[in-house]
Nanobody
Framework: QVQFVESGGGLVQAGGSLRLSCAAS????????IGWYRQAPGKQRDLVAS???????TYADPVKGRFTISRDNAKNMGYLQMNSLKPEDTAVYYC????????WGQGTQVTVSS
């Protein structure tokens, strides 16, 4: 079963940027794609960005125009570039297969201060 390891979170001021990384233990992400999810305290975990096996991308409305998802198939890696961060982006961010997630990693905390 593939495992996902997220990194790159941290504390940043509003308007700042962060780049998250996702390391997948297997190459199935090349076919199934990668999704970035986030979960704020007391809220459900939502998919905010995805990149399909064919390279197509989708974004949730709250992050459109600010977040960019990418991947490196040779390394089984995924990335989420987050710009113009807002306090409401504060959450634990996870990567997994998009829409049909498998087992979850530990996630990486992103905190945006106002």
């Amino acid at each position: 079963q593939v495992q996902f390891v997220e990194s790159g979170g941290g504390l940043v001021q509003a308007g700042g940027s962060l780049r998250l990384s996702c390391a997948a233990s297997g190459s199935t992400v090349r076919i199934k794609g990668i999704g970035w999810y986030r979960q704020a305290p007391g809220k459900q975990r939502d998919l905010v960005a995805s990149i399909s096996g064919g390279g197509g991308t989708t974004y949730a409305d709250p992050v459109k125009g600010r977040f960019t998802i990418s991947r490196d198939n040779a390394k089984n890696m995924g990335y989420l570039q987050m710009n113009s961060l807002k306090p409401e982006d504060t959450a634990v961010y996870y990567c997994n297969y998009p829409w049909t997630p498998s087992s979850w990693g530990q996630g990486t905390q992103v905190t945006v201060s106002s």
